[in-house]
Antibody, heavy 115, light 112 residues
């Protein structure tokens, strides 16, 4: 059974960089697309971007200038960096796997942007 | 403003049938891209409910069904149960936005 777990600071200061790690267990990340999605409190889902084996990426155009995704197949992990954060970036961040739809999700991690 | 439009809320009594619509355009659903549906129970991560327009993953009851026509898709839930009360999201791909994945704004289902 594939499992995903997000980790990283729960509090980030404005203008700094948000950094999250997604650790995948129960399967290799050396195939499939892997995505980051976020959800502000009480609001809907927003796709941040996706990464594929080999490092090819696609980002949400509204976040593209601030987002970097990467992966480390030796650690079975992939990563999210979001720079120059503001309060509007406060949300629950999910990492997930794409197969036929987004079939495996992490439990999500709340990241609050505040000084 | 979501690229895919869903009604903010729907409701139904136990045992009834409800449908949730997802309206897109010629650059996403109308272009032939698959629609997927997710159920999000309060305080939990979303769960894949329907993939590829009308397919159910293993373990999803056949009370849930999906369809697609033109620039729209629909999720139908029959035999409503209290445990179906949740938020539901559609998701597809948009060729106009540099290959962006897009979500609907979500629909809150209330079981009366």
């Amino acid at each position: 059974q594939v499992q995903l777990q997000e980790s990283g600071p729960g509090l980030v200061k404005p203008s700094e960089t948000l950094s999250l790690t997604c650790t995948v267990s129960g399967g290799s990340i050396s195939s499939y697309y892997w995505v980051w999605i976020r959800q502000p409190a009480g609001k809907g889902l927003e796709w941040i971007g996706r990464i594929y084996t080999g490092g090819s990426t696609n980002y949400n155009p509204s976040l593209k200038s601030r987002v970097t995704m990467s992966m480390d197949t030796s650690k079975n992990q992939f990563y999210l960096k979001l720079s120059s954060v503001t309060a509007a970036d406060t949300a629950v961040y999910y990492c997930a796997r794409v197969s036929r739809g987004i079939d495996y999700w992490g439990q999500g991690t709340l990241v609050t942007v505040s000084s | 403003q979501s690229v895919l439009t869903q009604p903010p809320s729907v409701s139904g009594a136990p045992g009834q049938r409800v449908t949730i619509s997802c309206t897109g355009s010629s650059s996403n659903i109308g272009a032939g891209f698959d629609v997927h549906w997710y159920q999000q129970l309060p305080g939990t991560a979303p769960k894949l409910l329907i993939y590829g327009n009308s397919n159910r993953p293993s373990g999803v009851p056949d009370r849930f069904s999906g369809s697609k026509s033109g620039t729209s898709a629909s999720l139908a839930i029959t035999g409503l149960q209290a445990e179906d009360e949740a938020d539901y999201y559609c998701q597809s791909y948009d060729s106009r936005l540099s290959g962006t994945w897009v979500f609907g704004g979500g629909t809150k289902l209330t079981v009366l």
